[in-house]
């Protein structure tokens, strides 16, 4: 039986995968952070603190993806 097949470029196919699985860490960079900002309760007087930790964070992550 014939099956249909598509010849890809090598190089475009390592570049296309290496997109993907920096596309996957940064999800996962950026799920982790929702989790903690999700279940973080700052401690009493401290919320402030903790909120400019969270922003210092998101705006890593952000630069690191390029969306900054």
Do not use: C, F
Request: aromatic share 6%.
């Amino acid at each position: 039986e014939d099956r249909r097949a598509e010849i890809v470029d090598a190089g475009a196919y390592r570049d296309a995968l290496a997109r993907a699985e920096a596309a996957e860490r940064q999800y996962r960079a950026l799920q982790m952070l929702v989790v903690q900002l999700a279940h973080v309760t700052p401690s009493e007087g401290r919320w402030k603190d903790s909120w400019e930790a969270l922003q210092a964070r998101a705006r890593t992550l952000l630069a690191d993806t390029g969306r900054d």
